[in-house]
């Protein structure tokens, strides 16, 4: 028997591309059996274009989601999330533009293993116009062959709880993992979530091929930026400010929820780890002076390298950076 296929797609002011999004949708083959739009309180035309467009659409059950006050991505999502019927959701951005094998490569992919809970794909960038930028999100992620290696053996939990390498507009799901990830934590994004709870529990892929063209345009929620080396130092030259704070409550909520749907004993023990780092690292002192052995201490134990999105790097930022903001 197929298997039926939903579409989770959101949207928030998003007319100037969301035709082109839902052309290339609709031209998938084999075709998707649903489509979820959530729009988040728009205020150009957005809801009137999508709803001109889905009259004309082939035979897809769409539902279309509407609400009176913005609520943010990942709630958004999550309501699409939870309208989806398919046995395979992919998840679709309203100023993207799919590849026509989208469907395709990940119902392979799907089929193909039965453990498989979530699969995320390369993807092309392109500017607003739609013209190609010469790269591609993995190339400007820096993913690491480190990281393609822990992933695709199976171990993809460490590789995602050092950094979210998950881009949600190129995110397929079984509708399964919905049961363990939801409901979606707050301090978390869609996309990263889904994707450490899926690799918690089961097995997440990665589909090296482009499947998308992911625009970049200055307004992203989300965008992709050059890793220059400009850009890293003023990453690290930036304050502190409350991210710490935030990085260890993310990891407090990972602590409860994996524990909430018995994850191994080997990934309790790990995101505990994670916790406790991130608690070491907000609890660094304002001075730079003083913040040294503290640190150094964290680097000698290997947790920079173990647990850190940037390694070496986090070392040096987190010895440089100024002190909190007033």
Not at 71 to 99: K, P, Y
Request: glycine share 6%.
């Amino acid at each position: 028997m197929p298997v039926s296929v939903s579409v989770a797609l959101c949207t928030r002011n998003g007319e100037r591309h969301i035709e082109e999004q839902l052309h290339s949708i609709f031209a998938q083959s084999p075709p998707v059996d649903q489509l979820v739009i959530a729009d988040d309180a728009s205020t150009d035309g957005t809801v009137a274009l999508v709803e001109r467009l889905l009259a004309e659409a082939p035979g897809v059950d769409v539902v279309l989601l509407q609400s009176d006050r913005v609520l943010g991505v990942t709630a958004n999502f999550a309501r699409a999330l939870e309208q989806c019927s398919g046995e395979l959701i992919l998840l679709c951005d309203q100023d993207d533009r799919w590849h026509p094998n989208r469907v395709a490569v990940a119902l392979a992919r799907f089929e193909a293993n039965s453990a498989l809970l979530l699969l995320h794909s390369d993807a092309d960038l392109v500017n607003a116009g739609g013209a190609p930028l010469g790269r591609t999100l993995f190339e400007s992620l820096k993913v690491r062959a480190s990281e393609f290696r822990e992933i695709e053996s199976g171990w993809g939990f460490q590789a995602y709880l050092r950094r979210n390498l998950v881009t949600g507009a190129t995110t397929a799901l079984r509708s399964s993992l919905l049961r363990v990830a939801m409901p979606l934590p707050g301090d978390w994004l869609h996309d990263e979530w889904l994707a450490i709870v899926a690799a918690a529990v089961g097995f997440v892929a990665i589909e090296r091929s482009a499947l998308i063209d992911y625009r970049q345009h200055g307004n992203n929620v989300v965008g992709v930026n050059r890793p220059t080396l400009r850009y890293r130092v003023d990453r690290m030259l930036q304050p502190r400010s409350g991210r710490y704070q935030r990085l260890a409550a993310r990891a407090n909520e990972l602590v409860t929820r994996l524990s909430e749907i018995s994850a191994s004993e080997a990934v309790q023990r790990l995101a505990a780890e994670k916790a406790e780092f991130e608690r070491v690292r907000a609890g660094y002192p304002t001075r730079r002076l003083a913040r040294i052995p503290k640190v150094l201490g964290q680097w000698v134990s290997g947790r920079y390298r173990r647990l850190s999105s940037q390694r070496s790097f986090d070392v040096v930022r987190d010895i440089v950076q100024r002190g909190e903001l007033p």
